[in-house]
């Protein structure tokens, strides 16, 4: 079985394809420059992902899948949420964005005693511009008074999973990959596949 990612983000292909495993040859839009950028200006992750799956679908065959996820946190009032990605600017890097991340938490938190945060991500399948499947898959924890570990990407610097003291940037990419949001997602798609690709 095949399945495109409807991203050109490699970290989020790669870890998709670790979670499968074998099951499922995974590709990204990075061989196909002829899709454009799709916006996402949705209102909820679900919306950003529907759009992608089904846009990207319209111009690419087979099963097309789209990730939207990002951190919620609870003294933020679940931001970043939908603008995890951007939450510093359009072009901001992952450094800036946990950068002021932290010192949003720090105003609107000074005491430090309110740190509860979740990972959210929405997957959708999608085929011919028409919609098969939509999975989530949370992971709760808190946020790190500073970042530390050297893996992953995004916010994992400063998340640490409920039941954990690492950072998700602190742990191996095994153990990241079978506790993430990302991960959980997955599981609760991987299961429907057999039922997708019946359908083509």
Do not use: W
């Not at 929405?122 to 898959?137: F, K, N």
Request: proline letters at 5%; charged letters at 25%; glycine letters at 8%.
């Amino acid at each position: 079985m095949q399945l495109i990612v409807a991203t050109r983000n490699t970290h989020k292909t790669r870890e998709i394809a670790q979670i499968l495993q074998s099951d499922v040859i995974v590709r990204d839009l990075t061989a196909h420059p002829e899709v454009p950028e799709i916006q996402e200006d949705g209102g909820s992750f679900e919306e950003n992902a529907k759009f992608k799956a089904c846009e990207v679908s319209k111009l690419l065959p087979g099963l097309i899948i789209a990730d939207d996820s990002g951190l919620e946190v609870e003294a933020l009032g679940g931001a970043p949420g939908i603008h995890s990605a951007r939450y510093a600017g359009r072009n901001a890097s992952d450094k800036e964005n946990v950068a002021k991340l932290l010192i949003e938490l720090a105003r609107m938190n000074p005491k430090g005693d309110r740190r509860p945060a979740q990972f959210r991500c929405v997957l959708v399948a999608a085929r011919d511009g028409q919609i098969l499947s939509t999975v989530e898959g949370i992971v709760q924890g808190r946020i790190a008074e500073e970042p530390r570990g050297s893996h992953g990407f995004g916010y994992d610097p400063v998340f640490v999973p409920e039941g954990f003291e690492e950072t998700f940037a602190e742990m191996s990419g095994d153990l990241k990959n079978k506790i993430s949001h990302r991960a959980n997602a997955i599981r609760n798609l991987q299961s429907q596949l057999p039922i997708l690709y019946g359908k083509f």
